[in-house]
């Protein structure tokens, strides 16, 4: 592995830590004091900081050591996390995330913005609460102090010591006068320590940077060859330091190993006092003094000392392999083996994870695909080769599909995920948008860990986003209106998901003022949109916004504006087979809500016959099917027909008639009814004219491939090689209730 990969790894691990540190925040801002809700938070910055370090990340360094230190006071109950400390630290955030992105894509972050928290953050760790009102004030690139003069190196004692002069600033600041006190550590890991990617090598070099430092390493445990565990702890290390930062700077440098490993360390009381037991000690002769010079030549005591700690180990590793198998083991070793063995497997068996290219991840998917495909095919083969169906082919292809479905069970599975690192993204949004704005406004969320497609997460961010700004905008008040209508100063954003009939909804709430909806008509108006004599309902009046270029603004600002991109908002929500609403009070707010299908690639569909035309319906929509009789037949108005079902009547659908199939109305008598359930339009009787069967079919994107088709969700491939489409039922059932698809069809056009 090269170093751009080990890069990439720790940009990758960054995206996790940057989403705990949201999280952990956002619980700490509603008023959770947790201690362990803090130690995460402190421990992502951290972690962070101690990656950003071994790339030469000084700009992410810098910040997040400061951010550090006050989450520290924080941690220490110094500094009390009230609603103007989080203020600061979710900024502190947003400024970090950003440090982070141009430390990987290569851009730069408003530099001014970013020592502005410094000060902030700097003022909070000294007991100060700054100004809410104070103008940043742009503060200098911390610059690397120049490399004090590395003192000569002591001649070794009789304890084999060899000493390792070495001096290091922590990140340029200022040398500050300390006492400096000597220390006796003793670092010994567990085996632990090393399965959870942990390196001795990599501590010692950090626990050297704190001061001269002396180390010898005790091989005393190290077993004979034959009872060697390659993967065992077998070394421990006595070290002598002198540390201006004490014992809470010696911990600080094993604090993610410390659970891991036994460590001891004593402050001297003399500073000449001799070790007080002589150890068969190996000497480790390298001197790490000119690390702080920056130069090339500096990087090679540091190879050194990592060689040196890692030697060891890895020549136990090659004996271990070159080990005869013939050689018997004592039976108390090959005990001792197992019951290691067996710790190793259970320490290793909760939590284990595997980092996989996406690109990987799809190709196998679009296999299982074709798989899926195939193996349909070759059932259709076989069942009109085989009238009977009972022949040893058929039975093994039954076993056939269910394997294939688990198969393709299983590779969705991994593409799931939760739509929480979404969520945590609008809560910036919301928080930038609204300091632009000047409102106060709280986000809510709920169903964070809803599961859903990850390609559908992907392409559901830049929607989300523009939905978000605009309720921040103008679908929430000023404090001052608010207060005026009678509501609280702060404003209610909701954002919800769960799970729906196979499908993941996504609700959008504001407690804002509503849509304007007698503005909303006039703008329509003189935009041509619709005849000033047209009657349109409620709802028909709010969806307007979603026409091409519709917008209520009178200043289109850089924000957002009510209408301006939401064609663009549907469309995107159309593309990922899903659809969108609008619901909205006068006074109380809007709700947008999203319904969208869970994964893109497969589903499970009736497949019948319209017209002619082989169509597939969504199972998940269907809630049953019935063969109509006359009895149950009603006319309603010109064109409408209903269906009573279970003393209820039920609004009759003629799929080919709303798809423009046929001229004129089928006999309902002659086909089959489908009784389905849609987003917000109730209940329908989708009437078709026979139903060959229920099948799993890969989807196929007709945005992708054609062109939106009002009606039409996607396509698929049956079994016969012959393409079917994918019905749009709620498309349909929207047609049904008086929205035309032809005009639909010539708005996609025009848009």
């Not at 026979?690 to 698929?716: C, D, M, W």
Request: aromatic share 4%.
């Amino acid at each position: 592995m090269d170093m751009n990969e080990i890069k990439e790894i720790f940009f990758q691990e960054c995206e996790e830590q940057l989403a705990e540190l949201e999280s952990g925040l956002l619980k700490m801002n509603d008023g959770d004091r947790d201690p362990e809700t803090v130690n995460a938070v402190f421990r992502a910055v951290h972690s962070i900081k101690g990656g950003a370090g071994a790339f030469g990340l000084d700009d992410l360094v810098a910040f997040a050591h400061v951010f550090e230190t006050t989450l520290d006071c924080v941690r220490s109950n110094k500094l009390e996390p009230g609603p103007e400390v989080m203020k600061v630290m979710l900024k502190s955030a947003d400024v970090l995330a950003d440090l982070v992105t141009a430390s990987r894509d290569g851009g730069s972050v408003d530099e001014s913005r970013s020592s502005g928290l410094v000060k902030e953050l700097e003022a909070l760790a000294n007991g100060e609460m700054p100004a809410p009102s104070a103008a940043p004030v742009a503060a200098a690139k911390p610059v690397a102090k120049a490399a004090a003069p590395a003192p000569a190196a002591a001649p070794s004692d009789d304890s084999g010591f060899q000493p390792i002069p070495f001096t290091f600033d922590d990140f340029g600041g200022e040398e500050q006068e300390a006492s400096v006190s000597t220390f006796d550590v003793t670092f010994k890991p567990r085996r632990e320590l090393y399965s959870k990617g942990n390196e001795s090598a990599l501590l010692l070099r950090d626990l050297s940077r704190l001061g001269e430092m002396s180390i010898n390493c005790n091989m005393d445990d190290l077993p004979s060859l034959e009872e060697l565990d390659p993967e065992g702890a077998y070394f421990h290390w006595a070290i002598q330091i002198k540390a201006e930062k004490g014992e809470e700077g010696i911990r600080q440098v094993f604090e993610f190993a410390e659970w891991d490993c036994d460590l001891d360390i004593k402050v001297r009381e003399a500073e000449a006092a001799a070790p007080t037991e002589e150890l068969p000690m190996i000497p480790v002769p390298f001197d790490l003094s000119a690390l702080d010079d920056g130069s090339e030549a500096a990087e090679e005591p540091v190879a050194a000392a990592v060689e040196a700690a890692e030697t060891a180990s890895n020549v136990m590793k090659m004996a271990a392999s070159a080990a005869k198998p013939e050689k018997k083991e004592s039976p108390a070793a090959a005990a001792a083996a197992a019951a290691a063995a067996a710790a190793a497997q259970a320490n290793n068996a909760a939590g284990q994870t595997i980092r996989v290219d996406l690109d990987r991840v799809d190709r196998l998917i679009n296999l299982v695909g074709e798989l899926v495909i195939n193996q349909a095919m070759l059932s259709q083969s076989v069942i009109e080769n085989d009238a009977t169906g009972t022949s040893a082919v058929n039975m093994g292809l039954e076993e056939l599909q269910q394997l294939t479905r688990e198969i393709q069970d299983s590779v969705m599975a991994i593409r799931a995920q939760p739509v929480k690192p979404v969520f945590q993204r609008m809560s910036r949004i919301v928080r930038e948008v609204a300091d632009m704005v000047g409102k106060s406004i709280r986000l809510v969320t709920e169903g964070e860990n809803t599961e859903v497609d990850k390609t559908v997460i992907d392409k559901l961010a830049e929607p989300l986003t523009h939905m978000i700004r605009n309720a921040v905008d103008h679908g929430i008040e000023s404090p001052e209106k608010r207060a005026a209508a009678g509501k609280e100063p702060e404003g209610t954003i909701k954002l919800t998901a769960k799970h729906r009939s196979g499908r993941i909804v996504i609700e959008l709430v504001d407690d804002g003022a509503g849509i304007n909806r007698e503005r909303v008509r006039q703008k329509a108006i003189d935009n041509e949109l619709i005849a000033a004599d047209a009657n349109l309902t409620d709802e028909e009046i709010d969806n307007l916004i979603f026409a091409p270029g519709f917008s209520t603004a009178d200043k289109i600002s850089d924000i957002s504006g009510r209408g301006v991109g939401m064609d663009v908002v549907k469309r995107s929500i159309q593309a990922l087979g899903g659809r969108i609403s609008i619901t909205s009070r006068p006074g109380l707010g809007s709700t947008f809500t999203m319904s969208l299908p869970l994964t893109l690639a497969v589903l499970d569909g009736m497949v019948v016959t319209v017209a002619g035309q082989t169509l597939v319906v969504p199972l998940t929509a269907i809630v049953e099917t019935l063969q109509p009789e006359a009895q149950h037949i009603h006319s309603f108005g010109a064109n409408q027909r209903l269906i009573s079902i279970r003393n209820s009547f039920c609004p009759l659908v003629d799929v080919g008639r709303i798809l423009n199939f046929r001229g004129t109305q089928a006999n309902p008598m002659d086909g089959v009814a489908l009784l389905v359930e849609s987003e917000g339009g109730g209940q329908r009787a989708l009437m078709v004219d026979a139903i060959q069967g229920q099948r799993q079919v890969v989807i196929k994107s007709l945005e992708a491939n054609y062109t939106h088709v009002p009606g039409i969700a996607a396509a698929t491939i049956l079994g016969d090689g012959r393409v079917a489409l994918i019905l749009d039922v709620d498309a349909v059932v929207a047609a049904s209730r008086g929205q035309s698809l032809k005009q639909e069809m010539s708005l996609a056009v025009a848009g």
